[in-house]
T-cell receptor, first 117, second 112 residues
């Protein structure tokens, strides 16, 4: 089945530093990947859509200069949280669509738990 | 805007009891998907329903898509402790290139 990996699984950083999170589709090509944020006991909030070879599209209210997304290949998308602050602490999850799928099912990475101190 | 509502938010059951979560969309959906997220884990795709009135079963799980394609349900028969987690429904967000809109999720806890 479709497998998505994410690295790192958890990270602790100091306020003001930047953190890069990688999302890889391991056994399929993903022209589109999605980045979500999830707070405890809450649903998934879509942050942005990452498109291979083009600029990411961001959801309303998400600062594109703060959450930099790069989708350099068909199997890799990265999310960089720049100048992180404690309020950016959250669970970040990426997902990818397997284009071989008939509809829109998404396969999620294991997530990255970010803690900003 | 488009909304997907899910109830209940929490459900605590005794092992062996049945469990149902309901999902309602403000718009007609071309398909609906269900995901399960274990505590501390990530969402895992369970199933998708496409046809009006469709019913699909996966062992003790029964998924249903309403006739109007605006609501769906997930029923678990004789819950087990392995069923613990949060169940999310999700539908396509408008015609926005594969984006999904998720319900708030139903957190299921099972007491042995």
């Amino acid at each position: 089945g479709a497998v998505v990996s994410q690295h790192p699984s958890w990270v602790i950083c100091k306020s003001g530093t930047s953190v890069k999170i990688e999302c890889r589709s391991l056994d399929f090509q993903a022209t589109t990947m999605f980045w979500y944020r999830q707070f405890p006991k809450q649903s998934l909030m879509l942050m942005a859509t990452s498109n291979e070879g083009s600029k990411a599209t961001y959801e309303q209210g998400v600062e594109k200069d703060k959450f930099l997304i790069n989708h350099a290949s068909l199997t890799l998308s990265t999310l960089t949280v720049t100048s992180a602050h404690p309020e950016d602490s959250s669970f970040y999850i990426c997902s990818a669509r397997d284009l071989a799928g008939v509809y829109y099912e998404q396969y999620f990475g294991p997530g990255t738990r970010l803690t900003v101190t | 805007g488009q909304q997907v509502m899910q109830i209940p938010q929490y459900q605590h059951v005794q092992e062996g009891e049945d469990f149902t979560t309901y999902c309602n969309s403000s718009t007609t959906l071309s398909n609906i998907q269900w995901y399960k997220q274990r505590p501390g884990g990530h969402p895992v795709f369970l199933i998708q329903l496409v046809k009006s009135g469709e019913v699909k079963k996966q062992k003790r799980l029964t998924f249903q898509f309403g006739e109007a394609k605006k609501n769906s349900s997930l029923h678990i028969t004789a819950t087990q402790t392995t069923d613990v987690g949060t169940y999310f429904c999700a539908g396509p967000r408008g015609n926005q290139g594969g984006k999904l809109i998720f319900g708030q999720g139903t957190e299921l806890s099972v007491k042995p």
